[in-house]
């Protein structure tokens, strides 16, 4: 059968959010994958250069709608750096609790996208239902599902009532019933098995050289946690091991998601039950000094990295947001090549992309008119030939 | 029986279209509903399919850019045609009144036109997803027809006819064909699940891949007679396969008067295939899809070797005359 160009996106169910990948296929054997990122050019990084810090954060919620709080402790950790502020031990841990649960109702959310990838809707519909609770947690404690506005320079904008904790506290069993049985289910669910076993293998040399970060990397034995190899929040105080996996497989990274999901329910219930008392925020100076730093942030994704760099007033002069997709990228089109038809959507899912947290910038050629997509690490933007047709492994 | 009354009503009343229809559409709705109920959802209204139905005659068509418009709008119809046909030779209250020595053939023969309009819709509609929608269905229907019909002609061999009201007829004295063949049973419950495109045999259409498959450039009345072609596949695919192994509508003895008789079948047709259904969408909520490649592997070496080894017992038996 001659080659055939199956095109992915920009909208297609798989997706769902824009990217377009150009599928070279042989048969339901796929040649070669042409990759189009930064359809959601939304100049977040720009208006956050406009905005002074306290209206820097909701802002920059908003780059992500899963990992929303992520963004916000990254660039509230480093902007309280520059400033050499301390937050309260009260703030660290109920900004760990938030990011935990976050996790949570992320890696839930995507068992079930990728369970739905391969057909398989029951699992799909049971961890969403799942993913309720969680929801319903957040939703107490901040007032919202999704943006929760938790934080602010100087710590965080609520704190957590004692019947707020014991309500969360009551709902931990149940959950950490229903993960229990994902975590079964994932290692001897026929279906799941024949679909993710050896689909989109990935060396732990592979992880490393393309750079994948997150669960993506755990998966490939890349034994790397920045919550662990570099301690931000409450982390180091908590009992907690990092979850890797040998396979390199999608099996692996859904069994390092499930195995982390169980984690982030032990962290939780370790905060709850052991958060200090005390005020949750300090008084935060209004300009920060002049300074740069990279803040690192472990996002359910993977890595998340926002480089600031201030200028001694209430702006940053520069931001730069690094998300852990944009470091996954690259690894799926490498994992792609050679794999089946069939199995692109599980192993794009796999990665757990998050797209409009990608999207940096777009560089219009002047020749043609035509839009090449680039991202914040999109240097190659510059050489018109070898983006014009996309990535090429 | 030649009363054309008789033979009208039957045609397009009961058990004709008319009731194929609404069974049709409520063996639709109790899918979805036990499927959603499954998976801890709400499901749909009883009326859902109908509407579903009705509201999809009344959308716009649209031709794609250089479709044959004749043969798009005809294929459809050539599918839902050879589905209500085959309905007609599986007895559904009694004994078919149009049975004949091979209508079990044929029946198998017109079941088989949806998977093959499908192709043919997909192969038609100059879209890169439905022509590998379509190339999926033809693949598909190569691993699992053999088994599928292996499993189905069984029972013909051991109850000696080729004739779907004979076989029932032959259970009514007989233990059921489903304890006597178990393996085929099995067999032709998987091959149903493909032919109806299914989870885990949805790879034709599967929307993560490649949006609809063949279907991805139906529109208005052509997607519902394709819809319904599909619903009446399942009523009479479970009816064909509750009248080969389940006895069909048939008691074990006599009742004093023939309606008694008519209702009594009837009832026992609903039972069974409501179970057989109940079986369908279990498989459906409990799996994922396959890959054809992977089909490939299963359906040659382990689907295809059950029907073959059933069918070799089954001569056994035969020559051995343990069953008389």
């Known amino acids: 059968m001659p080659e055939v160009v199956v095109p992915i996106g920009p909208h297609h169910p798989a997706l769902k959010e824009p990217v377009n990948f150009r599928v070279i296929a042989d048969g339901e054997k796929i040649v070669r994958l042409e990759l189009d990122l930064s359809y959601n050019h939304r100049g977040i990084e720009k208006a956050a250069e406009q905005r002074n810090f306290i209206r820097v954060l909701p802002l920059l919620e908003r780059v992500c709608g899963i990992c929303s709080h992520s963004h916000a402790t990254a660039f509230a950790k480093g902007v309280e750096e520059i400033m050499g502020l301390e937050i309260p031990p009260r703030a660290r841990y109920i900004r760990t609790i938030i990011a935990e649960l976050e996790r949570m109702h992320s890696h839930l959310l995507w068992l079930g996208v990728a369970a739905h990838e391969i057909g398989f809707n029951t699992l799909f519909m049971w961890s969403w239902r799942d993913r309720e609770a969680v929801q319903d947690t957040l939703e107490e404690m901040s007032g919202n599902r999704v943006h929760y506005g938790m934080n602010e320079i100087g710590g965080v904008r609520r704190d957590l009532t004692p019947a707020q904790i014991k309500t969360a506290l009551a709902r931990l069993p149940d959950l950490e019933d229903r993960i229990q049985k994902y975590v079964g289910m994932v290692n001897s669910e026929e279906t799941m098995l024949i679909r993710f076993r050896g689909v989109g293998k990935m060396s732990r040399e592979e992880a490393l050289k393309y750079g994948a970060v997150g669960p993506t990397a755990r998966a490939s034995g890349v034994d790397y946690d920045v919550r662990r190899d570099d301690p931000y929040l409450a982390y180091d105080e908590i009992p907690w091991k990092v979850i890797t996996d040998n396979h390199g497989d999608v099996y692996g990274r859904t069994r390092v998601r499930v195995g982390e999901l169980w984690e982030s329910t032990q962290i939780v219930r370790f905060c709850l039950e052991n958060i200090p008392a005390g005020p949750v925020r300090v008084e935060a100076p209004k300009n920060a000094p002049e300074g740069e730093i990279l803040s690192r942030y472990e996002a359910p994704r993977g890595e998340l990295a926002h480089y600031i760099r201030t200028n001694g007033t209430d702006k940053v002069e520069r931001i730069d947001i690094r998300s852990p997709t944009l470091a996954n990228w690259t690894s799926v089109a490498m994992c792609l090549t050679g794999q089946n038809l069939a199995d692109i959507p599980v192993i794009v899912a796999a990665i757990d992309p998050c797209l409009s947290c990608t999207c940096r910038m777009v560089v219009v050629h002047r020749r043609g008119g035509r839009a090449v997509p680039g991202t914040a690490a999109g240097e190659s933007g510059h050489d018109p030939k070898s983006r014009q047709d996309g990535w090429r492994p | ?324």
């Open chain 2, 1 to 324: 029986m030649s009363d054309p009354v008789f033979i009208f009503l039957y045609i397009f009343v009961f058990p004709g279209f008319l009731f194929l229809f609404a069974y049709a559409f409520f063996l639709a709705y109790l899918d979805r509903k036990i499927a959603a109920r499954m998976q801890q959802r709400i499901g749909p209204p009883i009326f859902q399919p109908l509407a579903d139905f009705i509201k999809m005659l009344g959308k716009e068509v649209i031709d794609p850019d250089g479709v044959d418009r004749r043969l798009f709008d005809a294929i459809p119809v050539i599918a839902l045609a050879a589905v209500m046909t085959a309905f007609l030779y599986v007895p559904v209250s009694g004994a078919s009144p149009f049975a004949f020595s091979g209508d079990l053939v044929l029946v198998l023969y017109l079941m088989a036109f949806p998977t093959l309009a499908l192709f043919l819709l997909g192969w038609l509609s100059r879209n890169i997803f439905s022509a590998i929608g379509g190339i999926r269905a033809v693949t598909q229907l190569f691993i699992y027809e053999v088994p599928f019909f292996l499993a189905i002609l069984t029972p013909a061999i051991m109850a000696g006819s080729w004739s779907i009201s004979d076989i029932v007829l032959w259970q009514q004295h007989n233990p059921w064909l489903v304890f006597l063949q178990p393996i085929g049973f099995v067999v032709a419950l998987i091959g149903l699940q493909a032919k109806l495109e299914r989870t885990p045999f949805d790879i034709p259409e599967a929307e993560t891949e490649i949006v609809a498959g063949p279907w991805t450039e139906l529109t208005g009345r052509r997607l519902a007679l394709m819809h319904l072609a599909t619903e009446l596949s399942l009523v009479t695919g479970s009816a064909l396969i509750a009248a080969l192994f389940l006895g069909g509508p048939m008691l074990p003895w006599v009742l004093p008067a023939p309606w008694m008789n008519a209702a009594a079948g009837f009832a026992l047709f609903l039972a069974k295939t409501l179970a057989i259904l109940l079986v369908l969408s279990s498989i459906t909520v409990a799996t994922g899809r396959l890959r054809i490649d992977q089909l490939n592997d299963i359906g040659w070496k382990y689907i295809a070797s059950a029907a073959l080894v059933q069918a070799g017992i089954v001569l056994v038996i035969n020559y051995l005359w343990v069953v008389p």
